[in-house]
């Protein structure tokens, strides 16, 4: 049986106009009134009009995602598995040459709320970000055995946004163990990924299309620096593409280590390219030297609403800091992937960080993730990765 969901009244505006997420303070009543989290749902206006299908958690904010707006299409296994082909044939239209490793499912941007899959060479990391979709886990693991026969599918589910939805974090082989490592290919470079204990699914695939663009920019015997540099994919790009000296700095030995393995699979001397295990606020501050080429990626530093004023202070110092061991006519690649902080308020940060590090800054590029992370224009939310090619004088 479905849960009905009734609006308040003047609530439905943002479902007409396509949003996915009906959050708690829109609903007027529910019926039955103790539904289990991931129950299917039909939403209705105030004045008995359904609206769409979806659905419900009563432990999230978030209390509907929205999957459908025809009548008598609901969140299931059928839907799944036209969403899931749709997903991964467009992904087989634009996967680039030399490269074996992409997101397959990107959530709301597929049309499947709280679903990503990732492939790594032939094997699969599933991430299952709320209650509904754990309850198509199952569902999900046999489409994708029967449809791309891979070597293993794992699961890391363990995004904060679970405990939002008063999920724990789960991380079991759904088809086999992936075990340790898995060696992919990404433009013709050469990565080992651990998708049991690495970050994200264990790699970040979303930055792909800004490391080749950074290798793209980057001078001939430049001198580049990487900060919060993870296993060094953004290094490998830089010294591939010609720069003399690329310093990686991670606060993670663990990162450091594999950054290490990682120039080496790509026969990048870790001699001409220092590794550094080290906070990367602290690295600017006591570093002189100056750099052609300067990467920022943190990672998330504002999980939540309540850290993104927090957060904006540190992006601004990160970026100060950078901009001032930036040479004269360098180039800056900084980004944020905190979903709280958008991006007009990244490039109100950006700026000020300009003006306190008194430097003339031109903004050459808008920067995102790839075209295998695409975003539903009704859910700019969606659009998490932002960031900025700059040139300073």
């Known amino acids: 049986m479905n849960v009905k969901v009734t609006l308040r009244r003047g609530r439905e505006r943002p479902i007409l106009n396509g949003h996915p997420w009906?959050?708690?303070?829109?609903?007027?009543?529910?019926?039955?009134?103790?539904?289990?989290?991931?129950?299917?749902?039909?939403?209705?206006?105030?004045?008995?009009?359904?609206?769409?299908?979806?659905?419900?958690?009563?432990?999230?904010?978030?209390?509907?995602?929205?999957?459908?707006?025809?009548?008598?299409?609901?969140?299931?296994?059928?839907?799944?598995?036209?969403?899931?082909?749709?997903?991964?044939?467009?992904?087989?239209?634009?996967?680039?040459?030399?490269?074996d490793c992409l997101r397959i499912v990107n959530s709301e941007g597929d049309g499947l709320p709280g679903i990503i899959v990732d492939r790594y060479g032939k094997g699969l990391v599933v991430e299952l970000t709320t209650a509904g979709a754990e309850q198509m886990r199952d569902k999900l693991a046999k489409w994708l055995k029967k449809r791309f026969k891979p070597s293993f599918i794992y699961e890391s589910s363990t995004a904060p946004a679970r405990t939002q939805e008063g999920l724990g974090e789960v991380r079991q082989a759904l088809h086999k163990d992936p075990g340790s490592r898995v060696e992919v290919t990404e433009y013709g470079h050469r990565f080992l990924v651990d998708p049991v204990e690495g970050q994200k699914t264990g790699f970040y695939l979303d930055q792909r299309e800004n490391r080749r663009l950074?290798?793209?920019?980057?001078?001939?015997?430049?001198?580049?620096?990487?900060?919060?540099?993870?296993?060094?994919?953004?290094?490998?790009?830089?010294?591939?593409?010609?720069?003399?000296?690329?310093?990686?700095?991670?606060?993670?030995?663990?990162?450091?280590?594999?950054?290490?393995?990682?120039?080496?699979?790509?026969?990048?001397?870790?001699?001409?390219?220092?590794?550094?295990?080290?906070?990367?606020?602290?690295?600017?501050?006591?570093?002189?030297e100056e750099f052609d080429l300067i990467v920022i990626d943190p990672p998330p530093l504002a999980r939540r609403s309540s850290h993104v004023r927090k957060a904006s202070r540190a992006y601004k110092d990160i970026n100060r800091l950078g901009l001032s061991r930036l040479a004269a006519g360098g180039l800056m690649f900084t980004f944020s992937c905190s979903g709280h902080v958008g991006k007009r308020l990244f490039q109100q940060i950006v700026f000020s960080a300009a003006l306190e590090a008194g430097r003339e800054v031109r903004v050459l590029a808008h920067l995102g993730a790839g075209p295998d992370h695409p975003v539903s224009l009704y859910h700019p939310e969606g659009e998490y990765l932002k960031g900025f090619l700059l040139y300073a004088t």
Not at 47 to 54: K, N, R
Request: aromatic share 10%; proline share 6%; charged share 20%.
């Open 214 to 288: 950074a290798a793209h920019w980057t001078p001939k015997g430049a001198q580049a620096l990487n900060l919060f540099s993870y296993s060094g994919a953004f290094t490998v790009y830089l010294a591939g593409a010609g720069a003399s000296s690329v310093v990686s700095v991670d606060s993670s030995e663990k990162a450091i280590a594999l950054a290490e393995e990682n120039l080496a699979a790509n026969g990048i001397s870790a001699k001409d390219n220092p590794l550094v295990i080290a906070d990367a606020f602290d690295y600017l501050r006591k570093c002189s």
């Open 22 to 99: 009906i959050f708690s303070g829109a609903v007027e009543s529910i019926s039955p009134e103790e539904p289990e989290p991931g129950s299917r749902c039909d939403v209705y206006s105030a004045e008995g009009e359904w609206l769409a299908a979806g659905y419900f958690n009563p432990e999230s904010q978030i209390i509907c995602r929205l999957v459908s707006r025809r009548q008598g299409e609901e969140w299931g296994p059928e839907l799944l598995g036209e969403r899931l082909e749709q997903a991964a044939a467009f992904r087989e239209r634009i996967i680039p040459p030399e490269t």
